[in-house]
């Protein structure tokens, strides 16, 4: 119907420009200047109910998901380093190592010692069991069978103490072996070959692009229609298209008392065309008004009375109608009363336009 509506104007348009601007048969008259301002170019749209979608708005640096720092938890001499910086480290994979040659020489000692302390237990165990049979049998004295069991007792602590003296020597030779705890690229190195290194002190970080967070806020007018699993649409210059994400977190207080509520946002970028650090755009849709007449809010004039638009007729000429205003969404504004479904809008050329002016239709909006 639209197209149909449109179409029809502009024909009856051509035909009024072709009366206009042609000289009057075997006149030889240019048309005059009082004939000429009949008619205003101007700008139209039908008006018909559509969905208008409210967005929020947000900017926020990229973070990665993953993004640690890895610290020493022995002190040494760096001696050897398998990775450079922006290298690739998978999980569980070294890095390097200080000088462990001590801590490797104590988890021998430890194992040796724990070997030993197992043995002792064992035979322990044995001569408790034993004398639990002839203490039954009254074959022993109760002081020989007191005597068997703190021994047992004694070999079951010594052997319990050993294996933790094990864990502890292999956690330090552990220690000496930088390990990385998650996969990712390495985003800074800290140490060299060389250097002398101490308990807690930094080793590297790693951080993974391939899955990104936002840590950003939204004020408290758009809060409420957020919620988790709201996509989220990305934008930045190295994009071709926006990539989506989606809110992880909302938070239900201002940040540090501020005006704004804290949101999460997650998304993947499995082909790295994004990086931590970058400052990006989002575009979050917060509420749909189903079915609504809106219009550009630069079509509507204003007046001592109220506010008003212009309307085409199908004779061309313009009608000034009163309309009640609702609530305004970004350059569009809702209409409450004042028109209706099939009206034909001005939507450029109004401030040239007065009650019942003639106008051509120049083009049309969609």
């Known amino acids: 119907m639209l197209y149909i509506r449109l179409s029809a104007c502009l024909l009856l348009t051509v035909l009024l420009l072709a009366a206009c601007q ?12 009082k004939e000429r301002e009949l008619t205003v170019p101007v700008l139209v749209q039908e008006v018909q109910p559509r969905d208008l979608r409210q967005y929020v708005n947000i900017t926020g640096a990229l973070e990665g998901v993953t993004d640690i720092v890895m610290s020493s938890e022995t002190n040494g001499r760096v001696v050897e380093l398998h990775k450079s910086l922006g290298d690739w480290v998978n999980n569980g994979e070294a890095i390097g190592r200080v000088d462990n040659e001590s801590q490797r020489i104590l988890v021998d000692q430890a ?8 043995a002792a237990f064992e035979a322990a165990q044995r001569d408790w069991q ?3 049979d002839l203490f039954a049998r009254e074959s022993i004295s109760e002081w020989e069978h007191t005597q068997k069991k703190s021994a047992h007792k004694q070999a079951q602590a010594a052997f319990s103490g050993a294996q933790a003296g094990l864990e502890l020597a292999r956690r330090a030779y552990d220690h000496s072996r930088f390990v990385a705890p998650v996969s990712g690229y390495i985003s800074s190195l800290n140490i060299e070959v060389g250097q002398s290194i101490g308990m807690g ?6 951080v993974n692009p391939r899955r990104l967070i936002i ?10 229609g957020i919620t988790n699993g709201t996509t989220v649409n990305i934008e930045h210059s190295v994009l071709d298209k926006p990539v989506e994400g989606r809110i992880t977190g909302v938070g239900i207080k201002p940040v540090n008392g501020g005006a704004n509520y804290p949101i999460e946002i997650v998304l993947d970028n499995r082909d790295e065309k994004l990086f931590p650090g970058m400052v990006v755009d989002g575009r979050i849709e917060s509420e749909v008004f189903e079915g609504v007449l809106y219009i550009d809010k630069n079509a509507v004039l204003e007046e001592y009375s109220g506010d008003f638009v212009f309307l085409v007729l199908d004779d061309f000429s313009v009608e000034h109608r009163k309309v009640h205003l609702g609530r305004q969404i970004g350059d569009q504004v809702i209409i409450k009363s004042g028109l209706e479904a099939g009206d034909i809008l001005v939507v450029q050329g109004m ?4 009650e019942s002016s003639q106008v051509v239709i120049r083009q049309s909006a969609q």
């Open 22 to 33: 042609k000289p009057e048969a075997g006149t030889g008259q240019k048309p005059t200047e």
């Open 111 to 118: 194992e040796a010692s724990m070997l030993a302390a197992e």
């Open 130 to 132: 034993a004398a639990q």
């Open 201 to 206: 002190q930094p080793v590297c970080s790693i």
């Open 215 to 224: 840590k950003t806020g939204i004020g408290e007018s758009h809060i409420a």
């Open 351 to 354: 401030e040239n336009l007065q």
